[in-house]
């Protein structure tokens, strides 16, 4: 995953990696790319120092790596695991329907005939528009934080937007039909309707729940995540930078566009990915808020549905083995769904870092 | 390797002492405690009453303990099938093939449920009345407007808006929606052949909401809805609900006892393993949309203490247990049917013997 432009901004100190003992390289190639890779060189220096204790060292590093290997193997069985089971169970599923589950909007427990199209639908459309909002007005909250926001002003804020990251789903789920729902439909959506409705994308009667008040209620809960890491990030962007960039008399925009972002790319990117993830498997306040009904429209008023709320509405009831079965693949896709979206996310910084080079940390 | 060793040393001694601790335990605590111990798993919709009936038995029959999980009917018939609890719960009955795969289950009736048809309309507070055709109507998108005649003409007197209709349905599979399906499926023909009954269906229309806390939601706060929650739900929150036209031609309001009045009517066609809809009965007060919730056991138990224990108790639930439903608006289950179900509860049996003497 890790590139080598994404190693390339931290300060190397060849001397003292070479001096780690067996498997050296292997060490920083697992670090993230946004953390500091000082911790293996402070275990490096003194052992290379000091030959009696080499045996010791070696030994707890044995331990430590079987330790964080297996670890990291337990993330790895779970994931193989949780899709082999699924798998399974979503067999007479796949069996049934084959591809065509993933093309067909039929879904009729009644007659069972199963398809996923119009849930795949309304997740990735209900993410990436949550997304849209979000990340712009993340960016605006953290830049504001990390560059202009000072002293106690600076710590309650952020101590606040990291609080809002903790509240549960159904508590918004819950302020969302008793408070959005209502407001939104006499109010933004009566004057888009009004004004705007002859754009397919404000077609309809506006009931306040529907695809806007799931993505509104999406990008809600995504904000405080995304904010709370990309200010970390911005944090962690050397004063030298800043200072830097300054000094070639640059405003302050254009340090923060120039020195901060561009420097803490990979990290922003990290934040997104972070909420896509929340955005996606969220659950108890999207159903409360989309409308649950399986349908692909071109109105952000109509009521839609997504994969991880047909699941929780459904799964309790369902008898049939097919409709069971059948749900179970829907999470299946869901699984895959997820991976492919971080995949092109990755991809993506990959590309973009690519591009710009390492000039961020040159 | 010394090491080694060290380190396997420790561990082997704890799994050890882990070991005896274990078989300590397993040694300790046979019989006595889990004897008066049943498991049972399903239904939601009439947890708050069996929650109540298990916590009233217990009282009075001290060391029996009954555990009960609300997951749902579905997984109360996967359970029972795979014999993973002393009891099942469902809404709907269990279809042929599930009764295949679990042969020797048995179907109890415990209460009777009944579905209220709740609306939101400026200008009619309460008292709308419908038939079961313009319910299957307005449900499958046919009458889309307050005004319409057909609404109008079971309603003559009343000035109805030009508004109009949303409909709001359950987003979750549940028993509620499975007597409200069967209902129109059985009024409409319509519906049976465009929708269907289940616990969960393929809406035509409307908006879906998780829960009956979910669809009251949407009623109260979109004007011009209509749904469906349960009788239960729709009195303790005092709801805008409709009367509606029986088979007699009477409009009737939802009630208790106009539910447990409905149940008495089907009695007549009561199939011997008493799986039966009773949806649009006789009777010139019986209310409509209503149905039996189930508890699933087998008649053969394997172990006969937790057998007799499970039977004294459905003996209970059938006769002193009835008295609590009616305040928990749970309709109970009239004189005739009790007979019925008598009988089934003394069929019980282990080992060849019956459980009730």
Known sequence: MTSPHLQAPRPARPGKRAARPPKGPAGPAEAHAGEPGGTAVVQAGPGAADPQSHPRRSLGDTLFKVAAGGFAAVVLLIAVGMAWVMTQAARPSIRAFGLGFLVSSAWDPVRNAYGALPYIFGTVTSSLLALAIAVPLALGIASFLSELARGPLARVLGFLVELLAAIPSVVYGLWGVFLMAPWLRNGPQAWLSRHLGFLPFFRGTPFGVGMMGAALILAVMILPTISAVCLEVFRAVPRAQREAALALGATRWESTRMAVFSYARSGIVGAVILGLGRALGETMAVTMLIGNRPQISASLFAPAHTMASVLANEFAEASGDLYLSALIEIGLVLFGITILLNILARWLVWRTVGRFGSTPAA | ?357
């Open chain 2, 1 to 357: 390797m010394s090491t080694d060793i060290l380190r396997r040393a420790p561990r082997s001694s704890a799994l050890a002492a882990l070991l005896s601790l274990a078989l300590t335990l397993a040694a300790a605590g046979p019989a006595p405690a889990a004897a008066a111990s049943l498991t049972g798993a399903g239904a939601t919709f009439p947890y708050p009453l069996y929650s109540k009936w298990f916590d009233e038995y217990a009282k009075a029959n001290p060391g029996t303990n009954i555990n009960y999980q609300s997951i749902g009917s579905g997984g109360g018939i996967r359970q029972i099938t795979e014999r993973t609890v002393d009891f099942g719960a469902s809404d709907p009955p269990m279809t042929e093939e599930q009764i295949g795969k679990a042969p020797g289950v048995l179907h109890i009736p415990t209460v009777i449920g009944a579905v209220v048809v709740v609306y939101n309309l400026a200008g009619v507070p309460a008292g709308l009345k419908l038939d079961g055709e313009t319910v299957a109507a307005i449900f499958l998108g046919q009458i889309t407007s307050w005004n319409d005649p057909k609404v109008a003409a079971l309603n003559p007197g009343v000035s109805l808006p030009a508004q109009a209709i949303t409909v709001v349905h359950r987003s979750d599979g549940s028993g509620t929606t499975n007597i409200f399906t069967d209902y129109l499926s059985h009024v409409s023909t319509a519906w049976a052949k465009a929708v269907g009954k289940s616990t969960s269906v393929n809406w035509p229309v409307g908006l879906g909401a998780k829960g009956n806390e979910g669809v009251a939601g949407q009623v109260r706060t979109l004007p011009g809805t209509i749904g469906y929650v349960e009788l239960a739900y729709a009195m303790t929150n005092k709801m805008t609900y409709a009367s509606v036209r029986n088979r007699a031609g009477e409009f009737v309001e939802p009630s208790v006892a106009a539910t447990t009045t409905a149940a008495a009517g089907a009695v007549s066609k009561m199939p011997a393993d008493l799986r039966v809809s009773i949806v649009n009965p006789p009777g010139k007060h019986a209310y409509p949309i209503c149905g039996f919730t189930y508890l699933l056991v087998y008649r053969e138990q394997g172990n006969r203490t937790k057998g007799e224990v499970l039977a004294k108790f459905l003996w209970w639930a059938i006769h002193d247990g009835q008295r609590m439903a009616e305040p928990l608006y749970y309709a109970p289950l009239p004189p005739p049917v009790v007979s019925l179900v008598e009988a089934k509860v003394k069929s019980l049996e282990s080992g060849g013997s019956v459980l009730l003497k």
